[in-house]
């Protein structure tokens, strides 16, 4: 689903406030299941969307926990938010690495510019599919050694900020929600570097 159109100028989350995603996901009408069973495991949990702090966090809206003294296992749900974030800041960044047409001001009629965006957004999920040369580079690789990652494409071409920039509300349910995924992170849906990624880096 590509929602085009909002002013640049609005903050990501005064975006989303306005789009038609938006709208349907606060009616129910995404056609989203609301609880599934975790592969090879009983836990039982929603599915979500990934935000970062901009974003109000809601039961089906996942942001990091906010603060500079998390727990442990705060910091792991806040490390594995930000590995599935990074996967979306890359995608914006190969889009605009291949539509260079991104990379700088469009002059056209704003409804033009929309049908671009829109084609371009197709074009990319096709050659997504159906072309294996399509992406050869730009997803970042995390060394499972060191914990440094080699940063793939990002749309601005800069680092991911990892900064907190608003805390933002949290409802009862939401935060239940992302406690349970905390616990999920933390027990049997653990990685095995986790821990000693957490104490290397600050992810929010």
Not at 95 to 100: A, D, E, K, Q
Request: charged share 20%.
């Amino acid at each position: 689903m590509v929602d085009i159109g909002i002013n640049d100028r609005i903050s990501d989350g005064g975006v989303i406030n306005r789009s038609i995603f938006y709208e349907k996901l606060n009616t129910g009408s995404l056609n989203i299941p609301r609880v599934a069973r975790i592969m090879n495991s009983e836990t039982v949990l929603p599915y979500v969307f990934v935000g970062d702090d901009a974003f109000s966090l809601r039961p089906d809206l996942m942001k990091p926990y906010p603060g500079p003294y998390l727990s442990p296992q705060q910091r792991i749900f806040n490390y594995r938010l930000s590995r599935a974030r990074r996967i979306i800041e890359n995608v914006f960044g190969i889009l605009v690495n291949r539509f260079r047409i991104f990379k700088t001001s469009i002059n056209l009629d704003v409804k033009t510019i929309d049908k671009i965006v829109m084609a371009a957004c197709i074009l990319h999920n096709f050659l997504r599919r159906n072309c294996n040369q399509y992406i050869r580079v730009g997803v970042d690789i995390e060394n499972l050694e060191d914990g440094n990652i080699s940063t793939g494409y990002r749309a601005n071409n800069e680092l991911l900020d990892l900064q907190i920039t608003n805390q933002g509300q949290s409802q009862t349910m939401a935060r239940y929600v992302r406690d349970q995924y905390m616990q999920y992170f933390n027990n049997e849906g653990s990685v095995l570097w986790q821990n000693r990624f957490t104490n290397l880096n600050t992810f929010t």
